[in-house]
């Protein structure tokens, strides 16, 4: 690179520098924040975990219900379960709706779900919510989308919930803070490729 070259890329990055500065000093806010990861494609759960895992490296706790998956063993939850008490997991579903072929059951299984989240929203020591599947849930109707958002929506302060699942309802959409909708361009699946250890669960 010459001298001039260096001298251009300097002086780009130093115009860079000063915007970026510029928009984070009008960041003043901090709030708990609720975080929607939906679309159709992979990692809507792993990236609530990300965050988990985040959070657990402050030494802050961390609650997570599932909505769906049943007491599946995983490689997320064998790693999560060694924070110990910082953790609380909650695998509350029966399994995919197409499984269980069951509407009563399902709703009443989100009942007891949601319950639960109701819970852990509702205990000061937990810093963040994990609320996997809950898009799925919503999405069938086996909760109430209204008294959903009201508990959503009436959180204290510094609470911060992470909403997975795909299909988000517009009204959640709109409440929340953050949406991530992840597409799909490939999936190893349309290749014949099974679901693997580490990979999927």
Request: include cysteine.
């Amino acid at each position: 690179m010459s001298d001039e070259e260096a001298a251009r890329h300097r002086e780009k990055m130093e115009k860079r520098k000063a915007h970026q500065d510029a928009k984070l000093r009008d960041k003043t806010i901090e709030k708990g924040l609720l975080i929607v990861n939906t679309g159709s494609g992979k990692g809507k759960t792993t990236a609530a975990f990300g965050l988990a895992l985040r959070m657990l490296g402050y030494g802050r706790r961390v609650g997570i219900v599932q909505f769906i998956k049943g007491a599946w063993q995983t490689g997320e939850r064998e790693a999560l379960s060694r924070f110990g008490d910082l953790v609380a997991w909650h695998s509350m579903g029966e399994g995919f709706t197409w499984e269980t072929q069951d509407r009563a059951r399902d709703v009443a299984a989100a009942g007891r779900a949601w319950e639960k989240a109701c819970g852990l929203i509702a205990d000061p020591s937990f810093a963040l919510i994990v609320l996997d599947e809950l898009n799925i849930a919503l999405r069938y109707d086996y909760l109430d989308i209204v008294a959903v958002l009201d508990v959503l929506n009436n959180r204290r302060a510094d609470l911060h919930i992470v909403v997975t699942g795909r299909n988000a309802k517009p009204e959640l959409i709109a409440a929340a803070d953050l949406v991530t909708d992840m597409g799909q361009s490939k999936h190893h699946f349309a290749a014949g490729v099974r679901a693997q250890k580490g990979i999927e669960f």
